[in-house]
């Protein structure tokens, strides 16, 4: 398997918008998802096949790809969200790939 | 709507094993898998492997092979997953997920997660 790389945290007010990015080898050969994950809960899918957003998820989530990096947009972020995001992609080796995590706060 | 309830688990000595269920409703097990994963204390998530609900194969992550099963019973639409030889590194919720029937995987739903916490 390979690594996903996520920076640890991201700062951001209220209203704004938080970018969280996960890069990787060869994640251009592969869906990424998000997935956010509140203290204490299970995490919860916000994207999938890169850029789709499950039912129910706002607007405000958005997600795309260039390259071997992949892009969590939340726009007009609210104290809600903050929590950490995980990336996940899988790999040629048949290994499913999660990130290290980014925290986010919104200050 | 989708629910997947998890049992099992609790305190286990080292060496032991321990044995998970994952409980699947609100859908047809056998149109989708399940996929493993597990969040020692205060770190990331951990993918252990994935299992066809439909054909019952499975794919492990290397850090598991051979030392974690997955099956499925699809009479009662559940999952379990054993993980055998436990050390003090094996202490962690254990999440069962909603995937894809066959590879490549899509995880969307999870369970609630059990802890299972390693101690002599």
């Known amino acids: 398997s390979y690594d996903l790389t996520q920076p640890p945290s991201v700062s951001v007010s209220p209203g704004q918008t938080a970018i969280i990015t996960c890069s990787g080898d060869?994640?251009?050969?592969?869906?990424v998802s998000w997935f956010q994950q509140k203290p204490g809960r299970s995490p919860f899918l916000v994207i999938y096949?890169?850029?789709k957003r499950p039912s129910g998820i706002p607007e405000r989530f958005s997600g795309s790809i260039s390259g071997n990096t992949a892009t969590l947009t939340i726009s007009g972020t609210q104290a809600t969200d903050e929590a950490d995001y995980y990336c996940q992609a899988w790999d040629s080796s048949d290994s499913v790939v999660f990130g290290a995590g980014t925290k986010v706060t919104v200050l | 709507q989708v629910q997947l309830v998890q049992s099992g688990a609790g305190v286990k000595k080292p060496g032991a094993s321990v044995r998970v269920s994952c409980k699947a409703s609100g859908y047809t097990f056998t149109n989708f898998g399940l996929s493993w994963v597990r969040q020692a204390p205060g770190q990331g998530l951990e993918w252990m492997g994935w299992i066809s609900g439909n054909t019952g194969n499975t794919k492990y992550a290397q850090n598991f092979q051979g030392r974690a099963t997955m099956t499925t019973d699809t009479s009662t639409s559940t999952g379990y997953m054993e993980l055998r030889g436990l050390t003090s590194g094996d202490t962690a919720v254990y999440y069962c997920a909603r995937d894809q029937s066959s590879w490549p995987p899509e995880i969307d739903y999870w369970g609630q997660g059990i802890l299972v916490t390693v101690s002599s």
């Open positions: 060869k994640l251009g050969d592969a869906f």
């Open positions: 096949q890169d850029s």
